[in-house]
């Protein structure tokens, strides 16, 4: 057997065991391309009419949205632009709920209290994540069945590569073919074009689905600090002394002047007596790997300096960069509306892969191969 057909067999047999799980994941990851556009189209209550006044503070806004969930733990505050309702997000894993108050963050009034956990979008995400699985069975499978679509990716291309005088049908789509041929040729031509997408589009993927693959890729860049996100400790011998203003209150006005172009300013509430205040601004409300992520003792307000990844945009190196580009890059988001769009098209002819490959392998199971290359 030539090193082709064992190749062949190769791609065969991982595209078979897989196929399910990358059309899942690939359709889902299409579906959640344009999430944000669609929200901001069909949620109104997203949207405010701008005021010349100022915005009420985060406690005010805690204050508000608790009275709507009474006993639940408020995780954080967002705030958006002068036309964006702010979001109070109330977030426990244990007992497990997600919810967001949409609140006009001037005058305080309610717009729309929302299970996230209900919302479809997340409904898609938990499928492209988990299978809709329990995480424990649901990511292995998802990460596994990523990592055999990279060996995909890279057989699918040495089987490919044409011989010299069948270059131009490589590239080309015989729609007046027999439709077997053209499912042959959406397989083979269109895979290749999106191949060099989606290759971006696995590897970031990867990323999230095992750690040795996001230390390996972090440390071959140079990386040197920690990728896990952990939160820096308050000074428990110290107490907030001013009676006047809470400390995220104050810590927010204090990013405001910071940070005065931001796009988005969200003020987390530290869950214990030891936890941090954690405050991130967003220069770009689109994207996150522009983000400042500042740590501040929530008794003495000093900002405390972290050893991850996960901290001032100002020191993070070119390794750090890679990593927190990584959803921006997944998703296309790093290059805008049209990063968006090749990201869906990428995702949709993906999903279609298993589709044509499963129907090559039936038809030549049963002998009725498609066209000959002329």
């Given at each position: ?16 065991s ?11 990851g ?16 997203r ?27 408020v ?24 919810y ?20 479809f979008?997340?409904?898609v995400?938990?499928?492209h994540?988990y ?7 649901g ?7 990523t990592?055999?679509f990279?060996?995909l ?10 011989k ?12 007046h ?26 590897l ?11 230390y ?14 952990k ?8 107490i907030y ?23 988005m300013?969200?003020?987390?509430f ?21 983000s ?6 929530q ?5 405390i ?12 190196r ?17 290059w ?8 869906f ?21 049963n ?5 000959k290359?002329?």
């Amino acid at each position: 057997m030539s090193l082709k057909k064992i190749i062949g067999q190769i791609h065969l047999w991982l595209g078979l065991s897989s196929g399910i799980v990358v059309f899942i994941v690939a359709i889902t990851g299409c579906l959640y391309a344009f999430q944000v556009e669609i929200q901001q189209f069909t949620q109104p209550y997203r949207f405010v009419k701008k005021e010349e006044r100022a915005f009420l503070p985060p406690s005010q806004l805690k204050a508000i949205a608790l009275r709507q969930l009474p006993g639940k733990h408020v995780h954080s505050v967002m705030y958006y632009g002068r036309e964006d309702a702010a979001r109070v997000v109330f977030y426990s894993y244990e007992p497990s709920y997600y919810y967001f108050v949409y609140l006009n963050p001037y005058s305080g009034k309610v717009l729309k209290v929302k299970n996230e956990n209900w919302d479809f979008f997340r409904i898609v995400l938990m499928g492209h994540f988990y299978l809709w699985l329990p995480p424990v069975i649901g990511q292995p499978l998802v990460a596994t069945a990523t990592l055999v679509f990279v060996f995909l990716l890279i057989t699918g291309m040495i089987l490919w590569f044409p011989k010299k005088n069948a270059i131009k049908q490589r590239f080309t789509i015989r729609w007046h073919a027999r439709w077997r041929r053209v499912n042959y040729d959406l397989h083979n031509v269109l895979g290749f074009y999106i191949s060099w997408i989606v290759v971006i589009i696995a590897l970031t993927g990867l990323v999230w689905g095992f750690q040795w693959f996001a230390y390996s890729a972090y440390t071959l860049a140079g990386g040197q600090k920690s990728l896990q996100y952990k939160e820096p400790l308050s000074d428990t011998t110290q107490i907030y002394q001013d009676k006047r203003i809470s400390a995220e209150d104050k810590i927010w006005q204090k990013m405001k002047t910071e940070h005065p172009h931001a796009e988005m300013i969200e003020i987390h509430f530290p869950e214990n007596k030891k936890s941090s205040i954690l405050a991130v601004s967003n220069s770009n409300a689109f994207t996150y790997w522009r983000s400042d992520y500042q740590f501040f003792d929530q008794n003495t307000l000093q900002e405390i300096p972290v050893k991850h990844i996960y901290g001032r945009f100002k020191d993070a190196r070119m390794p750090d960069l890679m990593i927190r580009m990584n959803y921006d890059l997944h998703v296309g988001s790093i290059w805008g509306f049209p990063g968006k769009l090749l990201a869906f098209f990428a995702s949709l002819i993906t999903a279609s892969l298993p589709v044509t490959g499963f129907v090559i392998w039936w038809g030549r199971k049963n002998k009725k191969q498609p066209e000959k290359e002329r």
